[in-house]
C-alpha cells in the first residue's frame, strides 16, 4: 500500500529578530537576508583531477545545528556582533498552520493508507489490523491510534450483502421451480446459477472488471435474467419427453429450436444496456461496468442453458414414462398454500393425455380466444393502461444517481473570504463540543449515537471516497467528516444540524450533506447568475435567494462567493525611496518579516528540508497599529518609520471571484429538506424565476446546476447511444425473425 500524511504540521528554523532592534543596530533587511542565504547556498566547488583519481572539493559553511546560525557574523556601524546576540534562533512549527486535522476533539495526525493497483482490500485490512495491534502494544503513554474510516470492512459487507441477494435469490428461483416445474427440473435450474456466476467472475478477471458497487449491482440485476434461458430449454426437453420422446431426442431439439430465439432474446437484452456503455460522460464512466457484467452473464447463460442444460436434464429429469409421483414434501407445501393434494390420485389417470389438456392451459387459451375476439377493445384498453403510466411516471421523482447510503455525514464550515486560522478554529472547536453534548444524548438510544468525527481545518478530507467532492484549501474553511452508528443516527444528526445552523453560527455558511454515489455535485439544487456585472448579478442572486429561503423543502441557502475582503494599501512614495535606497522588494520584505514570516533559506537535516524563517516577536505581529511606525533601514544605516515614505490606506476587495466560462459566476445553492428529490424542488423554483428572467438585463443569465444539471448531463450521453440500441436490436431481430411484419409485431408489444 501507499500512505499519505494530513495534519502535518511543518517544522520551522524560526529567526525572531524586532524590527526595533534592527534598527537600533543599523542592520538592514536585505543585508541580513543576502548573508544568511549566501553562506547556506548549495554551490559547486570543483574537483581536482589527477592522472589516478578524482577529488571532490567541499567549502564549508552551510548550517548543520541551530549553533552554526547563532554564530553568524554581522556588522553594522562598525560593530561586530553574532546572530544570537540580537535574535532568538529555535526550533518550532509553523504559525498560524495551513491545515491541520483533529479526531473527536483532539489534534492528530491522519494516516491515508491507499492500496496498489492489483492489490486486495480486504487482506489489506486484515493486514493493517494486525498490524495495529503490535502498535498499540508499544505507544508512550498519552498517544493511541485508532481506525477512523475503513474501506475493507465497507467492501466486505457490500460483499456479504451480495451474497445475502444471492442466496435470497436461489432461494426465489429454486421455490419457484419446484413448485412449478418439479423437484428435479428446478434442481437443473438451480445449479445453472453458480455456473454461470463462476464463468462470470473469471471473464470478469480477466478484462479487469473488479468487484465493486456498481458490478456488484449490476450481478444483482443479472440474477434475475440468467435463470431465463435454463428454464426455457429445460423445459422444452421436459415437455417433449412428457410426450413420449427420448432423452437424446428431447435434448437436442430443447438446443435446435431454442438456442437461436434465446441468443436474439440475450443480445437484444444487453443491446439495451449499449448507451450506458457508449455514455461518453462522467456517468458512463461510472455505470459501464453495469453493461459490462450485465453482458458477460448475460452471454455465459446462454451457452449455460444450450450446453450444460440439456446435459444435466439428460442425468437428472424424471422417466416421464412412467405416471409422476408428487413427493412428501411437495404435497405438504401445496398443503400449506392451499393447493388440492390429488395428484397422485389423478397421475395415471390422466398420464398419457396431452400435455397442454389441463385446466390452467385451457383457462388461458379462453382467455387469448376472448382478447382476439374482442381486439379492438384490447387495443383501447392497452393504449389507455399505456398512457395512464406516462401520466404516472412525470410524477415520478427523478435523480440519476441517489445518495449513497454509507454512514459518513459531510459538514462544511465556510467562513469569510479574509477569515483567519484562529476564527475558523474557534468555531470548529464548539461545534465539536455540540456534536460531543448530541452524541450523549444519543449513544444510548435506537439509533446508537456517533462512531466518531474527523474535522479538516484549512482544507477538505482527502478522497477516501471516489466520488466525493474535494474542497479547495482556504483558511477559512473547515470540514467535518462525521461517522455515525445507524442509517436513522445519520438522518437524524443530518436534521439537527441543518436546524442548529439556521439558528446558530452566525458568522459562517454551512453545509450539511451525504455522500453521493455518482459524480459529485455538492449542493443538490444550485441556480446559477452569470455577468460582467458584479453589482447586478450580486442582487439578482439574492432575490433569488429569497425566493429559495420561502421553500419548505430546502434549507441552508447560500451564495457561492459574496464578502468582500480587507485590505491595506501601502502607497509608496518611490521618489522618496530611491533617495533612501529602499525598493518595494525591501519593504515588502521587511513587512512579510515584520508581520508574518519571511523564508530565506533551508535548514538540512538529514533527508529533511526544514525552512529557515525571519519573523518579528509574536507583540510586534498581534498589532496592526503598528505597522506606520514600523522602521525601515536604508543603505547609510539610518532608519525611517514606514509612515514618512509611504500612505497606508485601508479598502475593501474581492476576495475571489469565481468565473465559468471566463465570465463571473455567483451559484445561488441550497441542501433539501425531507425526502423530496433535487429535480422535482429546482423545477419549483424555476416557475417562480419567471419574472426575474423576464427583467434581466442584457449580458446576464440564469442557469440551473446542481443534480438536476447533473442527470441531464448523464441522461444526454446516454441518449447519444440510443440509436445505437435501436439499430442493434432491429437488426437482430430482422436477422432472426425475417419478417418485417414479425419485427414490427415485436416492436409494437416493448410500449
Known amino acids: 500500500?501507499?500512505?499519505?500524511?494530513?495534519?502535518?504540521?511543518?517544522?520551522?528554523?524560526?529567526?525572531?529578530?524586532?524590527?526595533?532592534?534592527?534598527?537600533?543596530?543599523?542592520?538592514?533587511?536585505?543585508?541580513?537576508?543576502?548573508?544568511?542565504?549566501?553562506?547556506?547556498?548549495?554551490?559547486?566547488?570543483?574537483?581536482?583531477?589527477?592522472?589516478?583519481?578524482?577529488?571532490?572539493?567541499?567549502?564549508?559553511?552551510?548550517?548543520?545545528?541551530?549553533?552554526?546560525?547563532?554564530?553568524?557574523?554581522?556588522?553594522?556601524n562598525k560593530q561586530d556582533f553574532k546572530l544570537g546576540d540580537v535574535a532568538r534562533v529555535y526550533r518550532g512549527y509553523e504559525d498560524p498552520p495551513k491545515d491541520t486535522v483533529r479526531y473527536n476533539g483532539v489534534e492528530t495526525l491522519l494516516l491515508g493508507v491507499s492500496m496498489r493497483e492489483g492489490g486486495d482490500v480486504i487482506a489489506l485490512g486484515h493486514a493493517l489490523d494486525n498490524k495495529l495491534i503490535r502498535v498499540n502494544q508499544n505507544l508512550p503513554?498519552?498517544?493511541?491510534?485508532?481506525?477512523?474510516?475503513?474501506?475493507?470492512?465497507i467492501v466486505a459487507h457490500s460483499v456479504n450483502d451480495f451474497v445475502k441477494s444471492l442466496i435470497e435469490a436461489l432461494v426465489?428461483?429454486?421455490?419457484?421451480?419446484?413448485?412449478?416445474?418439479?423437484?428435479?427440473?428446478?434442481?437443473?435450474?438451480?445449479?445453472?446459477?453458480?455456473?454461470?456466476?463462476?464463468?462470470?467472475?473469471?471473464?470478469?478477471?480477466y478484462f479487469n472488471i473488479g468487484l465493486h458497487k456498481?458490478?456488484?449491482?449490476?450481478?444483482?440485476?443479472?440474477?434475475?435474467?440468467?435463470?431465463?434461458?435454463?428454464?426455457?430449454?429445460?423445459?422444452?426437453?421436459?415437455?417433449?419427453?412428457?410426450?413420449?420422446?427420448?432423452?437424446?431426442?428431447?435434448?437436442?431439439?430443447?438446443?435446435?429450436?431454442?438456442?437461436?430465439?434465446?441468443?436474439?432474446?440475450?443480445?437484444?437484452?444487453?443491446?439495451?444496456?449499449?448507451?450506458?456503455?457508449?455514455?461518453?460522460?462522467?456517468?458512463?464512466?461510472?455505470?459501464?461496468?453495469?453493461?459490462q457484467v450485465s453482458a458477460i452473464a448475460l452471454i455465459i447463460s446462454w451457452f449455460a442453458a444450450v450446453i450444460f442444460v440439456p446435459y444435466l436434464g439428460y442425468h437428472l429429469l424424471p422417466d416421464y414414462s412412467k405416471a409422476p409421483q408428487t413427493s412428501k414434501l411437495m404435497q405438504w407445501l401445496k398443503a400449506k398454500l392451499g393447493f388440492k393434494n390429488n395428484d397422485n390420485a389423478t397421475a395415471n389417470k390422466n398420464h398419457h393425455h396431452d400435455i397442454y389438456n389441463t385446466?390452467?392451459?385451457?383457462?388461458?387459451?379462453?382467455?387469448?380466444?376472448?382478447?382476439?375476439?374482442?381486439?379492438?377493445?384490447?387495443?383501447?384498453?392497452?393504449?389507455?393502461?399505456?398512457?395512464?403510466?406516462?401520466?404516472?411516471?412525470?410524477?415520478?421523482q427523478q435523480q440519476f444517481f441517489p445518495d449513497s447510503t454509507r454512514l459518513e455525514?459531510?459538514?462544511?464550515?465556510?467562513?469569510?473570504?479574509?477569515?483567519?486560522?484562529?476564527?475558523?478554529?474557534?468555531?470548529?472547536?464548539?461545534?465539536?463540543?455540540?456534536?460531543?453534548?448530541?452524541?450523549?444524548?444519543?449513544?444510548?438510544?435506537?439509533?446508537?449515537?456517533?462512531?466518531?468525527?474527523?474535522?479538516?481545518?484549512?482544507?477538505?478530507s482527502p478522497r477516501y471516497y471516489l466520488p466525493l467532492d474535494i474542497q479547495l484549501a482556504h483558511r477559512g474553511f473547515a470540514q467535518f467528516v462525521v461517522l455515525s452508528k445507524t442509517l436513522a443516527a445519520r438522518e437524524a444528526l443530518r436534521s439537527d444540524l441543518i436546524t442548529l445552523f439556521e439558528t446558530d453560527f452566525p458568522s459562517l455558511r454551512a453545509s450539511v450533506t451525504r455522500l453521493e454515489n455518482g459524480p459529485p455535485v455538492g449542493f443538490p439544487v444550485q441556480f446559477r447568475v452569470n455577468g460582467h456585472d458584479l453589482a447586478k448579478i450580486r442582487a439578482i442572486s439574492h432575490q433569488i435567494a429569497d425566493i429559495m429561503r420561502a421553500n419548505p423543502h430546502l434549507a441552508n441557502v447560500q451564495l457561492g462567493w459574496e464578502e468582500s475582503s480587507k485590505v491595506l494599501k501601502i502607497s509608496i512614495d518611490q521618489s522618496k525611496a530611491r533617495l533612501l535606497g529602499i525598493s518595494s522588494v525591501d519593504i515588502a520584505n521587511m513587512l512579510n518579516g515584520a508581520l508574518s514570516e519571511l523564508t530565506v533559506s533551508e535548514f538540512r537535516e538529514g533527508n529533511e528540508l526544514i525552512d529557515l524563517v525571519v519573523?518579528?516577536?509574536?507583540?510586534?505581529?498581534?498589532?496592526?497599529?503598528?505597522?506606520?511606525?514600523?522602521?525601515?533601514?536604508?543603505?547609510?544605516?539610518?532608519?525611517?518609520?514606514?509612515?514618512?515614505?509611504?500612505?497606508?490606506?485601508?479598502?475593501?476587495?474581492?476576495?475571489?471571484?469565481?468565473?465559468?466560462?471566463?465570465?463571473?459566476?455567483i451559484s445561488v445553492k441550497a441542501h433539501l429538506r425531507g425526502s423530496m428529490q433535487a429535480p422535482v424542488i429546482s423545477a419549483q423554483i424555476e416557475e417562480k424565476l419567471g419574472q426575474i428572467q423576464a427583467s434581466l438585463p442584457l449580458g446576464i443569465t440564469i442557469e440551473t446546476g446542481g443534480a438536476i444539471e447533473e442527470s441531464a448531463k448523464g441522461g444526454a450521453s446516454v441518449a447519444k447511444g440510443f440509436p445505437l440500441f435501436l439499430v442493434a436490436v432491429l437488426t437482430l431481430l430482422i436477422v432472426q425473425l425475417q419478417s418485417f411484419s414479425r419485427v414490427f409485431l415485436v416492436m409494437v408489444t416493448a410500449p
Not at 541580513?32 to 574537483?47: D, E, F, H, R
Not at 444519543?442 to 456517533?450: I, K, P, Q, R
Request: charged share 20%; glycine share 8%; net charge positive.
Open 1 to 76: 500500500a501507499k500512505v499519505d500524511f494530513f495534519g502535518e504540521r511543518k517544522q520551522r528554523i524560526i529567526i525572531e529578530i524586532s524590527n526595533a532592534k534592527l534598527s537600533t543596530l543599523g542592520i538592514n533587511t536585505a543585508t541580513l537576508i543576502n548573508i544568511l542565504q549566501l553562506q547556506n547556498a548549495v554551490v559547486k566547488s570543483g574537483t581536482f583531477e589527477s592522472p589516478q583519481e578524482r577529488i571532490r572539493i567541499e567549502v564549508s559553511g552551510r548550517y548543520n545545528t541551530l549553533e552554526d546560525l547563532r554564530e553568524i557574523q554581522l556588522r553594522a
Open 141 to 153: 503513554v498519552g498517544l493511541s491510534f485508532n481506525t477512523v474510516t475503513s474501506q475493507p470492512k
Open 172 to 205: 426465489i428461483v429454486l421455490g419457484v421451480s419446484l413448485l412449478s416445474l418439479g423437484w428435479r427440473t428446478g434442481i437443473v435450474v438451480a445449479i445453472s446459477i453458480p455456473i454461470v456466476l463462476a464463468g462470470s467472475f473469471l471473464v470478469m478477471h
Open 214 to 291: 456498481i458490478s456488484l449491482g449490476a450481478l444483482i440485476l443479472a440474477l434475475g435474467l440468467l435463470v431465463d434461458d435454463a428454464i426455457i430449454a429445460v423445459e422444452m426437453m421436459s415437455s417433449k419427453m412428457e410426450q413420449g420422446w427420448d432423452r437424446v431426442k428431447a435434448a437436442s431439439f430443447a438446443y435446435s429450436s431454442t438456442a437461436m430465439p434465446m441468443l436474439t432474446g440475450t443480445l437484444v437484452t444487453v443491446a439495451g444496456f449499449l448507451p450506458i456503455a457508449t455514455a461518453a460522460s462522467s456517468t458512463g464512466e461510472y455505470t459501464r461496468s453495469i453493461f
Open 359 to 396: 385446466k390452467f392451459y385451457e383457462t388461458f387459451h379462453r382467455i387469448v380466444t376472448m382478447c382476439v375476439c374482442y381486439r379492438k377493445t384490447v387495443i383501447l384498453i392497452t393504449l389507455m393502461l399505456f398512457a395512464l403510466s406516462i401520466l404516472g411516471f412525470s410524477k415520478v
Open 409 to 460: 455525514l459531510m459538514v462544511d464550515l465556510r467562513l469569510t473570504e479574509g477569515a483567519s486560522y484562529q476564527a475558523t478554529d474557534e468555531q470548529v472547536k464548539k461545534l465539536e463540543k455540540w456534536l460531543h453534548s448530541w452524541n450523549k444524548k444519543h449513544a444510548y438510544m435506537e439509533d446508537g449515537g456517533l462512531d466518531n468525527f474527523v474535522v479538516y481545518i484549512g482544507s477538505g
Open 615 to 665: 519573523r518579528g516577536p509574536g507583540i510586534e505581529r498581534a498589532q496592526l497599529s503598528r505597522l506606520a511606525n514600523l522602521m525601515i533601514n536604508t543603505q547609510s544605516g539610518v532608519s525611517v518609520p514606514l509612515s514618512q515614505i509611504a500612505t497606508i490606506t485601508s479598502e475593501f476587495e474581492e476576495g475571489v471571484i469565481w468565473r465559468r466560462n471566463r465570465v463571473p459566476s
